[in-house]
């Protein structure tokens, strides 16, 4: 199930309150999950901190989305700034299709210049990939006839 | 027969959080591009809160980045000059396509090279978490290209300059 949740930046929020807010809404929709637990959800996503802030406040995310792929969810998360970002209707809640999480990965965009700093910062991490996920899938697709994006997770992290 | 009319009021901290966002992100996009090892999250918002407070209170002049390499010298320096309007009229825009198609003018520096970053004053300004006084290295002889506007917000706008 694909979804996709806008939130405002800039002059709503600064850089810093954009990440934590996209930290709150991954880890309330993979909270849902009895499989996952929020505390690795948050320790995980801790070595982005740093990139997030710059992705986010070089507008990298307002055409490049960070997308979290669980169980049958794949969720893409882009940012908003300008005055649109003030009359941006968001929605905040958990994303539908977090309860079935097992497993989940987060691919963050290679984005030029910043496409070297964001494979030096997810690698190693478990849930983290600098990866196409879009060509993750089409591999998992062309595999087993169907997707199965717990297994794309799997194969991002064994890649990185 | 009724009508309805919406109307955005914009604040000074909505043009602080803009022109501070825009700077920020101009700068991270530089440091990647160099190759500089950016400070961590902490510093960052340090650094960007500084910034906003001072363009609200209107005090800031200009945001300088310094390139310090590894045998002193210090090039290039990016300043981004902060212009404050009379008037809250105006929109939210940026140039952030016209500064990443300026990339390509920025010369590489050797690794090794770190960087600082400066602000200088118009008038008083209120002292921030993780600033203090410092003196900021020569542009004699450093050759200077406007980037132009980098961002315009209802009460400032903010420019770019490289010196190499």
Known sequence: ?160 | MSTATATTTYTYTHTATYLSDVIMGTIADVLALLGITPDGATRWDQDQSAIAAWIEERSLEMVVLECRRPDGKVRPIFEFPVIYKATGEGEFENSRAAMARAHAKITSVPSGTTYRLFCTYRSGYTPQPGWSPGTRASTDGLRSTSFGTLAEAPHASASARYLR
């Open chain 1, 1 to 160: 199930v694909q979804r996709r949740r806008e939130i405002a930046s800039a002059p709503k929020r600064s850089a810093a309150e954009v990440w934590q807010t996209i930290r709150r809404l991954f880890g309330d929709t993979l909270d849902r999950s009895s499989s996952v637990e929020r505390a690795d959800v948050d320790a995980a996503l801790d070595p982005l901190d740093g990139v997030a802030r710059m992705l986010i406040s070089a507008g990298h995310l307002e055409g490049h989305p960070l997308v979290l792929v669980t169980g049958e969810l794949w969720l893409e998360i882009t940012t908003v700034s300008g005055g649109s970002a003030l009359s941006l209707q968001e929605n905040l809640n958990p994303v539908p299709g977090g309860a079935g999480a097992s497993d989940w990965t987060l691919y963050v965009p290679q984005v030029e210049p910043m496409d070297k700093l964001v494979r030096t910062t997810v690698k190693g991490h478990d849930h983290l990939s600098a990866d196409e996920p879009t060509a993750l899938v089409q591999e998992a697709a062309k595999a087993s006839g169907g997707v199965d994006l717990d297994a794309v997770a799997r194969w991002a992290r064994e890649a990185a």
